[in-house]
Every structure is written in structure tokens, then in C-alpha cells.
């Protein structure tokens, strides 16, 4: 075995994700789960001591155990994904403990952490084996384009909190970091397909081969089309959606120092949208490519280097419909000084230009590009040997928004034995200025006064400086038993700095209400947030995790005070799993948006509760079905937007899933 398929499998993770609870509900699939115990197979391999001592890579930029990593992380594997039934990524994120998850649309999605819970999701930072996936255009992401095949996600690594010292700006409230599997670990043929007749189909074809002994690679295609809600009046939304994509990966063991990935995908989709401030419906486009080639080459035991450099084009047709093409250079270098000492440094330059049609948001200028040029370094000491170490590091970067930005941070982990840690951080963090708040240029009529049209002006402000976190962080992990492990994070944001429209009133003989975006906001939130696991039985294993948030209305009014969600894993006889969760989401107060586009509204309470059964009828075939929402007929998760319209009403469902493997054991982490 090459040494980067040895640092691959070594990286290979299964935690489990969390789910919230119900009285009576939450009593009844639990119980169920309890009744079927006999001669069962085992849930994994691994024991909860094991799981906790996987390598992450988000926290450090380097291999280091879950247990001891110095950061509210939270790791959500593949298998996981496969064990709750979900046909969408974001979906599937609801199982971490700490990110909120909402769906506005069958594709549009909300996902935040720790407040600021938006449509834009500006402060949360995502990646794809490196490629950031964040739109300056608005800031955030578009997670209806992150539809690759979920048999090929090896783990999703989820930071709550800042990441700017290694990760840059925007990662001021968390990180998510997809990676995706080796194609040494998809060899072979894979057809899967799920069909629910009030969500939609996916289907995927795919198929793993190797060049000589020392290079895999992987190609494949995915369809998927989504079914529209309907509003909570009865009325279906404009809301249907359907992509086609292809991507491949080709992994390459050059010498025993080097290893070369190369991997690239290209997806085309339509959905129906309505227009903001009009009913007439649309047909919007989307569609992209991406390539990334990764180098890491290994000088000796002591020192490596990574050199990862992306491209990527996209085109979205309709609100916040924007062309872009960006292309990034990323250069580590990873120093061992001697058993306590490190270093971590590097440097990258991104560039990214776009075209804004005026139909679409109008800005001006209509084109524009940005260059971001960045270096960092962070120090590792080992004060004690495996017991207490202490990193210290910055970033400094400039980009064509805000100019010079610096994200130092200051982390220490303690760990007194095998079975306790104890960490704390103090970071700074910031979100650069998006296009439409320094390039708007928008009127549009907002309605009558006394009969004579009344019209709103909204205009960016190039005189923006970016926003501001301050975050202090502390964390204590324990290993309680072989069977229950807890993980809880405390955490306090002081937010500066931040970028709010202000609001004007026209006077009797002006028709027209003036709006800007000014950095006048400040703001604060802090809370906590516990994850557990039980193995309760040999079989049987239950993931609970609990949030609370408090802190000012502009940060925490659009995300609920208490989170709470519980898995459970069971593996049942004759190569049967049972899997159900529950999820809890506290109620949204009745609030407005900011610039008082939209009235004020509210979202009650909600559970939200899975229930499904797998069966390996063969080591090839794989028979899943999934009810989902099976506490009520609908309901509805989100406040409406202006951007993508009201929200719709998310319905109880049933799923059928296919899965057909030529070589089932690839399929699995090595």
C-alpha cells in the first residue's frame, strides 16, 4: 500500500450524527428499535473509543484525533449519510448537532450555526475537497449545486465556530468540509436509484477502474428532478426542479512521495421560480463545471507539502442569477521541528470575476473581478508531551472589498488521560463585504401611499468594511464508559462591524424611500451545545445532541433557542438495519426582515420524525424504504424570502431506494 492510500485510510472516519426527541413519539420508535434483538450483526467495528480517536484534518490543516482537536468539530461519515436514507446532502446535515437546517423550497435550503440564520448563510464557510463553493455575489452557497453522489462523500467535517486563521474570510460561524472518497474505495460498477412520489427521483450510474497498479479513477452520472411544495393556502409553488450532472476522479500513487488526485464534474438543471415584487413565473437556468488537481508530496517524515489549485465556471439565470468563473492556487508547507514543536504555513491567490445582467441584480458595474492574495502560519507547541499543547496563528489576506484583513487565533487543548479534554480558543474572524452590498443599484415599486406609487431605492456602499467576530470557545470531551462518550462546546460571539440596510421615510412630496448598507450593526450570541453517544446494547446505538442559543434579535431572532435530535442505529437479523430519528425545532417569533421587504412572520414549532428499514438481500443489493415526516401531514420550516418566494410546506413522504454494487467491499471505508 502506497503511503497516501495509508494516510487516506487512516483518515477514514465513522461517528455517528444526533437527532432531538419527542414524549410519545420519540418513546414509540425507540421502543421499537428495542424489540428486535436477536443474533444480530454488529452496527460497526469500531467502539465509541475508537470513533474518538479518527483523524480529522478542517481543525489543523493536518491529521489529528477527533478527541483531541482543539475546536467544536462534529464529523459526519458516509455511512452515516447511507444509514439515514437521505437523497440530498444538506438533508443530511440536520444530523449535526449545533448547524441549523431548514428547507424554504424542494431545493433551497438554510444552513447556519450559532444565529445569523439567513438565506445567504454569509458567515458559514463550505468547501468541496478544498474548492470553496462561497458566492461573493451575495454570500453563501448554492446548495442546490452540491448534488454529487452521496455513495462517494467519505465524511463531512463540520466546525462550529471560526476557521479564518487557516480557512480566510467568510469562515466567521462555522465550516463545512466535504471530502470525498478515494477512488481507489468505488471501484467497479454502482447503480442506485430512489423514487418518492411526492419529493421526486434520483438516480445515479457510476464505474471504478484502475490504470496499471498504481492509479484508480472513478466516472459518473446523476439525474435528479424534486417535486414542488405547496403553499400553506393549497396552492402548488413554482418551486420543480431538475439537474443532470457527470463528473469523474483519478487518483495517482506517483512515488512513494507523491500523490496526485484529479477531479472534475459538470452539471446542467432548470427549476421554476417566481420573480421578486411579481407573480410572473420563470424558468431559471443553472449549470457549471469545476476542475481541481492536488499534489502532496512528502520530503520526509518530518516535513510534506500540499499544492491544490482549482477552476471553476458557473452560470444562474433568475433572482440572484449571476456568471462567474474563479480559479485559486493554494500552496502548504507542514514542518515538524522535533516532537514538540510545528509549524503550519502557506499562501494562496484567488481570482474571481463576474457578469451581473441587470434583469437579474443590478449592480454596477456589471463586471467585476477580485483578486485575493493570502498568507498564514500557525505554531504547534507541545508544552506538555500528550498532554498539553498550545497553537497560535494568523492570517493576513487582501481582497478588493475591504483591503487588508487579519485573523489571528489562539488555541490550547489539555488532555490529562485517554478518557478527558479540555480546550479553549479565543479567535478572531471576518465576512468581507458581498458584490450587492457594495455594488447595488436597485428601484422597484414597493406599493401605494394615498394612492400615488411609492417606490424604494436600494444602493451598495463601496466604502464597506468587513465584519468583525471576536469568539471565545471552550470544550470538554469524555469518555464515560466504553459504551456512552459526551462532547459539549461553550461558546460567547461579540460581533462588530456588521453590514445593515438603513431604512428612510419619504417625505409628502417624495415618492421615493432611499436605502443603503451601512456597518453600523453590533451584536452578540452565546450558548452551548451537547452531543452524546450510547451504545445502550452490543446492537444499538443512539446519538442525541442538544443546542441552545440566546443573544441579540439581529443574530438569534431567525434560529430557534432549543435544538434537540436523536438517532438510532439498530443492525437486525438476517442482514436488516433499522434506523429512525427524531428532531425538535423550537418556534420562530414573529419578526420582519431587515430592510421591512416582506411582513412579519412566524414559524411554530416543529418534529420532525424518520423512520426506515435497509436489507443487504446480497452483498450486491441493497433494498431501502423511508417514511419521513411521519408526524404530520406537512409543515412548514422557514420564513418566506424574497428572493426565492414563500415558503413551501414540507409533506409526510415515503422513499424507495435501489442500490446494486459490483464490488460491494470498495464501497466501504478502508
Partial sequence: MTRDKALVNEQTVATRGSLGKRAGLGASFLLLSITCFAQQQDLTQLSLEDLANVRVTSVSKKAESLSGAPAAIFVLTGDDIRRGGFSSLPDALRMVPGLYVVQTTPHSWQISARGFSDLNNNKMLVLVDGRSVYTPLYGGVYWDALDMPLEDVERVEVIRGPGGTLWGANAVNGVINIVTKNSDQTQGWAVSTSADLDLGYTSTLQYGGSAGQNATYRVFGKSSYLEPFNSPSGAELPGNFNMSQAGARADWAASDKDAISIEGETYDGRFRNTLSFSPIRT????????????????????????LLTYCDWYTRQGTAGEMRNRCDVELQHNLQFNNRHSLIWGGSFLSTGDKITPDEVPVSPERRRDNVVSGFAQYEVAVVPEHLRILGGTKIEHNGYSGFENQPQVRAVWTPNKLHTVWGSASLAVRTPARYESDLSLIELAGTVNGVPLYVEVDGNPNLQSERLKAYEAGYRYQLSPAVSFDLALFYNDYDNLITPTAGVPSPNDALLHSTFLNTGRAQTHGAELSVKWKPLRHWVLSPGVTEL?????????????????????????????????????????????????????????????????????????????????????????????????????????????????????????
Fill in 550 to 670: 440566546r443573544g441579540s434579535p439581529i443574530a438569534a431572532q431567525a434560529t430557534p433557542r432549543h435544538l434537540f435530535n436523536v438517532q438510532s442505529r439498530v443492525d437486525l437479523p438476517h442482514r436488516l438495519e433499522f434506523d429512525s430519528g427524531l428532531y425538535h425545532y423550537n418556534a420562530l417569533p414573529f419578526q420582519a426582515n431587515l430592510d421591512n421587504s416582506l411582513p412579519p412572520q412566524a414559524v411554530p414549532a416543529f418534529y420532525r420524525v424518520d423512520v426506515g428499514l435497509a436489507w443487504h438481500a446480497t452483498p450486491q443489493w441493497t433494498f431501502a424504504v423511508w417514511g419521513r415526516n411521519l408526524q404530520s401531514e406537512k409543515h412548514v420550516e422557514n420564513l418566506d424570502s424574497i428572493l426565492v418566494g414563500p415558503a413551501g410546506e414540507v409533506p409526510r413522504s415515503v422513499s424507495f431506494k435501489v442500490l446494486w454494487q459490483s464490488r460491494p467491499e470498495n464501497a466501504k471505508s478502508k
Fill in 283 to 306: 424558468t431559471d437556468l443553472l449549470k457549471g463545471s469545476n476542475l481541481l488537481v492536488h499534489w502532496k508530496h512528502t520530503m520526509s517524515e518530518r516535513s510534506n507539502t500540499d
